[in-house]
């Protein structure tokens, strides 16, 4: 069974790089075809796709996170990572690892981990 788990980052305080690490249980991050992805979901708002790392290590970024978002993962522990800098309010939300497949589709997700950030 595949199972993603979000780690717990904490309060974070304005200016701050948010640090998430995803831990993948049940598959291997270098899968074939397999696309390991970072969402969010702001209070009241709907979801927000932050970006992927593909199963060899290539990333693709939302155009407006882009100048702050770096995914990348460690093969040797099956994780795979985000960090955010210079996070806001606007960032709090909660965050989803997400396990997607050939064609796009979102098989696998997380818990999700809650994410404040204020001062």
């Known amino acids: 069974q595949v199972q993603l788990r979000e780690s717990d980052p904490g309060r974070m305080v304005p200016s701050q790089t948010l640090p998430l690490v995803c831990t993948v249980s049940?598959?291997?991050?270098?899968?074939?075809?397999?696309?390991w992805s970072w969402i969010r979901q702001p209070p009241g708002k709907g979801l927000e796709w932050i970006g992927y790392?593909?199963?060899?290590?290539?990333?693709v970024y939302r155009s407006s996170l882009k100048s702050r978002a770096v995914i990348s993962r460690d093969t040797s522990k099956n994780v795979f990572t985000l960090q955010l800098s210079s996070v806001t309010p606007a960032d709090t939300a909660v965050y989803y690892c997400?396990?997607?497949?050939?064609?796009?589709?979102?098989?696998?997700w997380g818990q999700g981990t809650q994410v404040t950030v204020s001062s």
């Open positions: 049940g598959d291997s991050i270098t899968a074939d075809h397999s696309y």
């Open positions: 997400v396990r997607a497949g050939k064609a796009g589709q979102y098989e696998y």
């Open positions: 790392i593909s199963y060899t290590g290539g990333t």
